[in-house]
C-alpha cells in the first residue's frame, strides 16, 4: 500500500509539474504571436508556481520588455539570470532593456556577457556596436559591427557602410 501511495504522488507531482510546462509554453506562444497582454496576463497567473525557474522570469521579461515596461523587465532578467547565470540571452535582452533606458554601461556590460557565454551571437555584437557608438567610441562599434557581419548578421552591413570609414 505504502508503494502505491508513493507512485500516485509521483504522478500528480509529475503532472502537475507538466500542466505547469505546458502553460508556460502556451504563455510563450500567446508571446511569439504578439498576444502581448494577454501572455503577460497568463504569465502573472503563473508566477506563484515558477519561483525558481529561470525560464519563466525570462519569458515574462521578455514579454515586459515588448510591452516598453523595461524597468520591471530588468527586475525580471535579474532573477532568470540569479537563477541561471548561463544564459547568454537574458544578458542579452537585459542589456536590450538597459539601453532603451538610456543606461548605456549596464547595457554595454550586459551585452559582453552574452558575448562571453556565446561567441557568435551575432545580435549582440550588433547592438554592443550600437552601444559603443552611442559612447562616441566608433572604432570599437565598427569592430563590433564587423563582428557581427563575420558571424552572419548581414544586416550590419548597412551600419559598416554608413557609419564606418574604409
Known sequence: ?????????????????????SS????HGLLSEGYLEEALDMFNDLQADNTSNPEFFFLRGTCLSELGENDKAITDFNISISLDNQNADAYYQRG????????????????????????????????????QYDLGNSEAACQDWQKALDVGLTLAQALIDQLCKG
Open 1 to 21: 500500500m505504502k508503494k502505491v501511495l508513493t507512485l500516485l504522488m509521483i504522478i500528480c507531482t509529475f503532472s502537475q509539474t507538466n500542466a505547469q510546462t
Open 24 to 27: 508556460i509554453e502556451e504563455a
Open 96 to 131: 536590450f532593456a538597459q539601453f532603451t533606458l538610456g543606461n548605456s554601461e549596464n547595457a554595454l556590460n550586459d551585452f559582453n556577457q552574452a558575448i562571453t557565454l556565446s561567441p557568435t551571437y551575432g545580435e549582440a555584437y550588433l547592438n554592443r556596436g550600437t552601444v
